[in-house]
């Protein structure tokens, strides 16, 4: 069945480092896929999708290009902050279209040091 | 804005018993509503989407047994049994189209006694 690997488990950074969390898929046809954020105590919240090839997602400084041959979407952002201390999930929609499923991968903590 | 309801926000539920949880629409304009399962490990998992009054669903997951229920266009239920580990239970939303963002409710925690 379709899958999501996040490589990361946990990653620590310090205010205005780089950040990358690696997002990687298997789908047997062409899906969509999301970011999205999860506060402590709080919901997930959509970050932002791309659902073509070479399309890039992007909000709140976060961005991803959907990279249809390396079967990734790759999480970035230039200078993180204290407040981005969050769980990422990268997602895809299942089948592709009925964005009523979402397949997540496991989740990546981001701990941002002051 | 809250778009999404839940109640309650949290139970403690004595081992063998089934417990009743309910998600409200706020928003007529996002009427695909979905129910999601998020483990102790934190890992989120698709249970069910109830687009119509009357749609009915039930699924047995290793841990716990569920039955979901779309009562009207902006109420949707379910039924947990069977619970042998916590969880907690995300009711989402979405609007009409494809990729359509899904919006997620505060969720309910439950705690297995």
């Known amino acids: 069945g379709d899958s999501v690997t996040q490589t990361e488990g946990q990653v620590a950074l310090s205010e205005e480092d780089f950040l990358t969390i690696h997002c990687n898929y298997s789908?047997?046809?062409?899906?969509?896929l999301f970011w999205y954020v999860q506060y402590p105590g709080e919901g997930p919240q959509f970050l932002f999708r791309?659902?073509?090839?070479?399309e890039k997602g992007s909000s709140r400084g976060f961005e991803a290009t959907y990279n249809k041959e390396a079967t990734s979407f790759h999480l970035q952002k230039a200078s993180v902050q204290e407040s981005d201390s969050a769980v990422y999930y990268c997602?895809?929609?299942?089948?592709?279209?009925?964005?009523?499923?979402?397949?997540f991968g496991l989740g990546t903590t981001l701990q941002v040091q002051p | 804005v809250t778009l999404l309801e839940q109640n309650p926000r949290w139970r403690l539920v004595p081992r063998g018993q089934a417990v009743n949880l309910r998600c409200i629409l706020k928003?007529?304009?996002?009427?695909?509503m979905s129910w999601y399962q998020q483990d102790l490990q934190k890992q989120l998992q698709w249970l069910f989407t109830?687009?119509?009054?009357?749609?009915?669903?039930v699924k047995s997951l290793p841990g716990a047994d569920y039955l979901a229920t779309r009562v009207t266009d902006t109420e949707l239920r379910l039924q947990v049994a069977n619970m042998s580990q916590g969880r907690t239970l995300y009711c989402t939303c979405?609007?009409?189209?494809?990729?359509?963002?899904?919006?997620f409710g505060p969720g309910t925690r439950l705690t297995v006694l």
């Open positions: 789908a047997s046809g062409y899906p969509a």
């Open positions: 928003n007529s304009q996002y009427p695909w």
């Open positions: 109830l687009r119509s009054p009357g749609d009915k669903e």
């Open positions: 997602a895809l929609s299942d089948p592709p279209g009925n964005t009523r499923k979402l397949i």
């Open positions: 791309a659902s073509r090839d070479k």
């Open positions: 979405s609007a009409q189209g494809d990729y359509a963002e899904q919006f």
